[in-house]
């Protein structure tokens, strides 16, 4: 029996993994899209919301792209996604991935770390969760990214993986 419904929404860290695969007792919905944009994901939440099912959990991953383009202004779309999917789907559990600290040339020192701090304080404002695995990631595993220093190795997403998991058995036991 299926634990629940999962909904993770975002870019190509999120279209790059087989979720269902790595978390079989839940039903995963996977709306990830490789060079997709924090606007670009705002575009398509409507049709998203349109087609699918209502989930007990939704994951958003996305901003990598924009930062990737020296976009550092993002977090307030990703606020509007959140208050749009708390509205469209009130009993769910919101989650916000942190972002992980790729390494790309002219990258803005400080940038990601920024970054995340914006995402956490946006979630604690809006009452929805935030998930800060790729800090952790980082300090157990050195070798988080392919060569390119973009793409996730296998090792590093089976992490990430497991550290949603232990999030969301937390999340469900303090229901």
Same mark, same amino acid.
């Given at each position: &029996?299926?634990?629940g419904t999962f909904l993770f929404l975002g870019d190509y860290? !999120?279209?790059?993994?087989?979720?269902?695969?790595? &978390? =079989?007792?839940?039903?995963?919905?996977?709306?990830?899209?490789?060079?997709?944009?924090?606007?670009?994901?705002?575009?398509?939440?409507?049709? #998203?919301?349109?087609?699918? =099912? +209502? =989930?007990? #959990?939704?994951?958003? &991953?996305?901003?990598?792209?924009?930062? !990737?383009?020296?976009?550092?202004?993002?977090?307030? %779309?990703?606020?509007?996604?959140? #208050?749009?999917?708390?509205?469209?789907? =009130? $009993?769910?559990?919101i989650i916000v991935n942190s972002l992980p600290n790729i390494?790309?040339?002219?990258?803005?020192? $400080?940038? !990601?770390?920024?970054?995340?701090?914006?995402?956490? $304080? &946006?979630? +604690? %404002?809006?009452?929805?969760?935030?998930?800060?695995?790729?800090?952790?990631?980082? %300090?157990?595993?050195?070798? !988080?990214?392919?060569?390119?220093?973009?793409?996730?190795?296998?090792?590093?997403?089976?992490?990430?993986?497991?550290?949603?998991?232990?999030?969301?058995?937390?999340?469900?036991?303090?229901?």
């Amino acid at each position: &029996m299926k634990q629940g419904t999962f909904l993770f929404l975002g870019d190509y860290f !999120i279209a790059d993994y087989d979720w269902q695969k790595r &978390m =079989p007792l839940f039903d995963v919905h996977c709306y990830g899209l490789g060079k997709e944009k924090v606007e670009g994901f705002l575009q398509r939440l409507t049709r #998203i919301l349109d087609t699918a =099912p +209502t =989930p007990d #959990i939704v994951l958003i &991953m996305t901003g990598i792209n924009n930062v !990737i383009d020296n976009d550092y202004t993002f977090v307030d %779309q990703i606020r509007r996604g959140v #208050i749009r999917l708390s509205n469209y789907y =009130p $009993e769910a559990e919101i989650i916000v991935n942190s972002l992980p600290n790729i390494k790309a040339d002219l990258l803005v020192d $400080e940038a !990601i770390h920024h970054l995340n701090l914006s995402l956490n $304080e &946006m979630t +604690t %404002q809006l009452g929805c969760c935030y998930l800060d695995n790729f800090a952790n990631l980082a %300090q157990a595993n050195k070798k !988080i990214f392919k060569k390119d220093g973009l793409s996730l190795t296998a090792k590093s997403y089976d992490s990430w993986a497991r550290s949603i998991l232990e999030y969301v058995a937390f999340l469900l036991e303090d229901d």
